[in-house]
């Protein structure tokens, strides 16, 4: 930790640590006090997930996952989208709640929620809450083995997760965020193990929140890997046509009239967003019709750029790992949606961003500042930094979102030296230390 955090050069890097941090590293002490600390962590997160549960009714995004899944398989779908109705039918499965979230996943995206349906009511919310962490703690773990952090780094990993106000506020508030998080890993180990089917399968999950993973898509597509896109827009074909069958056309049109109703915004908060869009509806307000051009063109160029680094990358060792880096933060800061908590998908970027070095197979150049970037980014997000900032700044109107800026120069900069980067050699994905 003390090399990760003051001398960039991680344990899990590619190069051979100094001796006395490495011994430092596999003494006894210093791993019996790391399985404390993930194991105290782990216990304060539960714990504080525990006590959310008792401001279920006042702030959870549960009933709008649920509610839909009953509609759906109800042959009421076409409510999903109605605010009044669904705010009505909110009332009947969760009393007393008051809850006014509505739910802006497309038709197809509800298909993956109609699993809800089959818990109780009345358990929904313990259910609910204990999944998420464990999902979480799935998509850690396979992080994990997908890198191949050795024991050390996999603790330090684990401790900044679950000490980020992004992973508190996720499961905290019943958000889909750690399922994200899971469906992006599965992509990544199909994607480097070379399963089509698996990574497809995976790509296709983003039908709930399709922004999040679009920039991405568009890098596999100039990188020509076209089959797991075909398998994810099949798989994507298959939940429309089933969406229809099960909720009817009218369902599609009452989505379209929710998203472009004015008054949606102001529940989508997009000023609390760390992104272009959410900077700006602080500036100009949210409402502002040049905040949604100036994002919207932001995002198509952004895309556009990403589209010509893979094309640049395409055929190429190491043309994941240059995605990972380059593409995903450039994306997320551009996203037309994008909240705190959906930043999860950032961590194999960070983990990467760690891992590279100017003795690595990928020469890319400012590795430092790329380090120094990802740990303010990791630092802002922990739990004593991070919900001081946004809940008692951000949230009564503050005007500068430090995530956002932080975020900014960290996808401009890496985006700009994978760019300049020029692989040597071949480099697997899941290179070990």
Known sequence: ??????????????????VRIQALANSKVVKSLAVLTAIL?????????FMSLAFFNTINDLPEYYVAAQLALQGKGSLIYKAQEFYNWQDKFFPGGGHGVLLFI?????????ILAAIPAGSAPVVWTVFLELVLMAAIILLIRLFRLNFLNSLVLWCFTFFSGAAVDAVRIGQIAPLLLLAFTF????????????????????????QQIIPFAIYLLGNKQFKPIAIAASVA??????????????????????IADPNS????????????????????????IIVKLISEICFVLSSLLIFLLARKQNGKDGWLKIGLIGAVPLGLVSSIHCHHYDLLLLIPSIILSLQISKEDSIQIPQTTLIKILAVAIVACFLFPVYM???????MKGGTFDPTFFLLASYAVTTFICCWRA???QSLDLQEGS
Not at 106 to 114: C, S, T
Not at 265 to 288: D, H, R, S, Y
């Open 1 to 18: 930790m003390l090399d990760l955090l003051c001398h960039f050069h991680p344990v899990w890097s590619a190069d051979p640590p100094p």
């Open 41 to 49: 962590i782990t216990g304060i997160f539960s714990w504080q997930m």
């Open 106 to 114: 497309p038709p197809p995206g509800v298909m993956w929620l109609l």
């Open 187 to 210: 992509l990544l180990m199909g994607l480097s193990e070379g399963s089509a089917v698996a990574a497809g399968i995976a790509l296709s999950f983003f039908m709930c929140k399709p």
């Open 237 to 258: 074909l298959a939940l429309t046509v089933g969406s229809i069958f099960l909720m009817g056309v009218e369902s599609y049109q009452n989505y379209l009239q929710l």
């Open 265 to 288: 915004i102001k529940i989508m908060q997009p000023e609390l967003n760390p992104t272009i869009k959410g900077q700006l509806a602080k500036f100009l307000g949210a409402n502002n």
């Open 388 to 394: 001081p900032m946004r809940y008692d700044y951000l």
């Open 422 to 424: 020029h692989p040597k």
